[in-house]
């Protein structure tokens, strides 16, 4: 069984910062390491302590003076949409017509998807992020793309087809009894496998008829070990179409709730513009609303409230929302969610917003017990940050006189370039990649 000790400044948290001084949230070792057998975690801690414990004859791969963290978790983006991302000029609904429906008709085609796939994964990798919640295209062959190229990696991925039965282009539509069919086949390959979570995915409300939802009701009801994610208030144009198609409803959230979708495995993007009646229903039932700051930012949807969320209770998380978000990076959401935050007077510390990408959003998937902290037994996904990889960092870092400071400036500046490297279950990915471009330039020399 592999063993690989990693060396370097660890950060791993126990609990949610209460402000920027609250030290009993974090564990932080300043020569610490991390002892990892078969892709687990076996300890954290002091490199003194924890190289006893493995023992001289394990390997080192020492990453000092860089951060040594749990892998950044995503928790809700496109895989289609990978190469529509920076797509000019619009707001959400013409932005989906314009572009989004076009580029998604592509993964009718089995290579395509399998090839954006790929991309994806190691774009994700490349950023620090080891697991992500994705919406694959209404196509069966996205998903099995998704999940082979995640496979592949051995990274702990989610994500489901989209159903979608109206007001998309006929080569993107479903029908009600054609979606539960492919979700439930696709369920059935896909839930379990490995490191493999299936997310039932009713596009959002102006996509599916009421026959569609109820659909997605019974597939909730009879696999409720899966995820469910969708769209909810992320645009003013498109709340006003939702409930007009469902004029019953007492709002848009209401929609969802008709049909037994809220849930505490379900994940709802957006969430900008609910009322406090609707926040309290996500706060009864524990679902998830998902802050995307650059995609908010970039298609000009409005501003996540935060402390409302925070005052009724109800949960939230974080991600990049790729396509309509503009970076893969969760250090790049994260700068943009402290700006719309202050602009509506919030405040989010440095300790807050690397809680939120570690710990926070696998507390949000319910997966705690293995993803989002360096706790033993956990998986051995582990992200390594350098704080001075852009020479503007490295000159702002001889300034730097805390903690707080580098995590602060890691979050500003910082992009893919301050990854060092990333481990999927004890594996070196960035390495390992390095070297199979070096080995295709040798092979064709």
């Not at 069984?1 to 949230?25: C, H, K, W, Y």
């Not at 979606?179 to 439930?184: L, N, P, S, V």
């Not at 902290?373 to 490295?394: F, N, P, R, T, Y």
Request: hydrophobic share 40%; with cysteine.
């Amino acid at each position: 069984m592999s063993e690989l000790l990693i060396r370097g400044r660890v950060l791993t948290f126990v609990n949610e910062p209460q402000g920027i001084d609250d030290t009993a949230s974090y564990r932080y070792f300043e020569d610490g390491a991390v002892f990892v057998r078969g892709g687990k975690v076996v300890e954290t801690g002091n490199y003194a302590d924890v190289s006893k414990l493995a023992g001289a004859a394990v390997e080192v791969a020492d990453h000092r003076p860089n951060l040594i963290l749990p892998g950044l978790i995503d928790t809700h983006l496109h895989f289609p949409q990978t190469q529509a991302i920076a797509s000019y000029g619009a707001q959400l609904l013409e932005w989906l017509n314009t572009y989004i429906f076009v580029e998604e008709q592509k993964f009718a085609r089995p290579a395509h998807a399998a090839a954006v796939a790929d991309r994806f994964m190691d774009e994700l990798l490349s950023n620090g992020t080891t697991t992500a919640v994705a919406y694959c295209s209404v196509h069966p062959e996205s998903v099995d793309a998704y999940f082979s190229a995640a496979e592949a990696r051995g990274m702990r991925m989610i994500g489901g087809k989209v159903m979608m039965d109206r007001n998309a282009p006929d080569a993107l539509r479903d029908t009600p009894q054609q979606g539960y069919d492919e979700t439930k086949r696709l369920i059935e390959k896909w839930h379990g496998r490995g490191r493999a979570h299936y997310a039932i995915s009713p596009r959002f409300a102006i996509t599916s008829t009421p026959e569609q939802m109820e659909m997605s009701q019974a597939l909730v009801a009879e696999h409720p070990e899966c995820y469910v994610q969708t769209h909810l208030s992320e645009n003013r144009d498109e709340i006003a179409f939702a409930t007009s198609l469902y004029p019953d409803a007492k709002d848009y959230t209401d929609i969802y709730a008709r049909y037994g979708l809220l849930n505490d495995r379900m994940l709802l993007g957006h969430c900008i513009y609910l009322s406090d009646r609707e926040i309290s229903v996500l706060a009864e039932s524990g679902a998830v609303g998902v802050f995307c700051p650059t995609s908010n930012l970039f298609l000009g949807s409005g501003l996540f409230d935060r402390d409302r969320f925070d005052r009724l209770g109800a949960r939230w998380s974080v991600a990049t929302d790729v396509g309509g978000g503009t970076s893969f990076s969760m250090l790049e959401t994260m700068d943009e969610a402290y700006k719309v935050l202050h602009l509506q007077g919030q405040r989010l510390t440095p300790f807050a917003s690397f809680y939120r990408m570690t710990l926070g959003n696998a507390r949000a998937l319910g997966l705690h017990d293995h993803i989002g902290s360096l706790h033993a037994g956990a998986d051995a996904d582990i992200v390594v940050l350098d704080s001075g990889a852009k020479s503007a960092m490295e000159y702002r870092m001889r300034t730097a006189t805390s903690l707080a400071e580098e995590l602060f400036i890691l979050q500003t500046m910082g992009d893919d370039r301050c990854v060092a490297e990333v481990y999927v279950a004890g594996k070196a990915m960035k390495a390992r990649k390095a070297g199979a471009a070096e080995k295709r330039q040798l092979e064709t020399a």
